[in-house]
């Protein structure tokens, strides 16, 4: 079974300052996505970013950018320059297998600091 | 365009009693999911629909749920003699449905929330 883990239930970061958030996971896939969800209290879930696997670069969207180690299937989450909006629980969601289920972590619940 | 839509937004019922939720996919998704999410925790996969088949039924937790996709489009999650451990936040989600790429990326709708008193 895939599993996933997020290490950090909770975070919290001063507002304008810089946050990482950690996901691992485990795949015996050579090829494949991986994303960062984002939902707010009482609200839907968002995509906040997407890797592919076959990238060496790392995908950046404005202010979030990921840090994707294939080898070690680490995929985390950089949010820079956080604002109040970016109050949300993230979930990382690891490869999907070739029925594209995806598995979701526990998520960590970030809170901003004003 | 529009976005993934579920209806309703909010269900309330008593144990035993049948439910329908209901989800609309975004247009032309050939891929439609049903996940579970109780409170605090990551959703969990219940159903994957490919068209109008059920590509992966592995994640439905016994036979008291079942959903049907007849035309490929609107999705229909039926929970029969619901019980008071079923009440969740039901998500659905949608792609564009081929096996990798771009269109793997799942797009959520908003939820129903059920209750079972």
């Known amino acids: 079974a895939q599993t996933v883990t997020q290490s950090q239930p909770e975070m919290s970061v001063q507002e304008a300052e810089t946050v990482t958030l950690s996901c691992t996971y485990d795949t015996s896939e050579s090829d494949y996505y991986l994303f960062w969800y984002k939902q707010p209290p009482s609200r839907q879930m968002i995509l906040v970013i997407r890797q592919e696997a076959y990238k060496q670069q790392n995908a950046t969207e404005n202010r979030f950018s990921v840090n994707f180690q294939k080898a070690a299937k680490s995929f985390s989450l950089k949010i820079s320059d956080s604002q109040l909006g970016d109050a949300a629980m993230y979930f990382c969601?690891?490869?999907?297998?070739?029925?594209?289920?995806?598995?979701f972590g526990t998520g960590t619940r970030l809170t901003i600091i004003p | 365009g529009a976005g993934v839509s579920q209806t309703p937004s909010n269900k309330v019922t008593e144990k035993g009693k049948y439910v329908e939720l209901r989800c609309d996919p975004i247009s032309g998704h050939t891929a439609l999911y049903w996940y579970r999410q109780s409170l605090g925790q990551g959703p969990e996969f219940l159903i994957y629909f490919q068209g109008t088949g059920a590509a992966d039924d592995s994640g439905l937790p016994n036979d008291r749920f079942f959903a049907v996709r007849p035309e490929g489009s609107v999705s229909t999650l039926k929970i029969q003699r619901t019980e008071r451990g079923d009440s969740a936040m039901y998500l659905c989600?949608?792609?564009?449905?081929?096996?990798?790429?771009?269109?793997?990326?799942?797009?959520f709708g908003p939820g129903t929330r059920l209750t079972v008193l």
């Open positions: 969601a690891p490869p999907p297998f070739g029925n594209e289920k995806l598995t």
């Open positions: 989600a949608s792609s564009l449905g081929a096996p990798t790429g771009e269109q793997d990326t799942q797009y």
